[in-house]
């Protein structure tokens, strides 16, 4: 047995306003750590990963980056 399965790796979720209602939202699993992507408010919201700069998801806000099911 691996230490993984002792210690599993946090789960990063993007939390996303889906087209259904306020009330209502989409949750989308990242591969990196939550602190390694900036989340941007706008007209447009952003999060941008900060290992390479690539957009993850460019759209309707408010969005959140959450580790195990908690805000960062």
């Known amino acids: ?7 599993p790796e946090p789960t990063t979720i993007l939390r996303m306003p889906s087209w259904l209602g306020s009330q209502v939202h989409e949750d989308r699993e990242l591969p990196l750590a939550a602190g390694d ?17 690539s ?6 806000g408010p969005v959140e980056v959450l580790r195990n099911g908690k805000t960062v």
């Open 55 to 60: 957009t993850v998801y460019s759209g309707i």
């Open 1 to 7: 047995m691996s230490q993984t399965e002792f210690f």
């Open 37 to 53: 992507y900036k989340v941007t408010p706008g007209e447009r919201w952003t999060v941008t990963s900060l290992k390479d700069g």
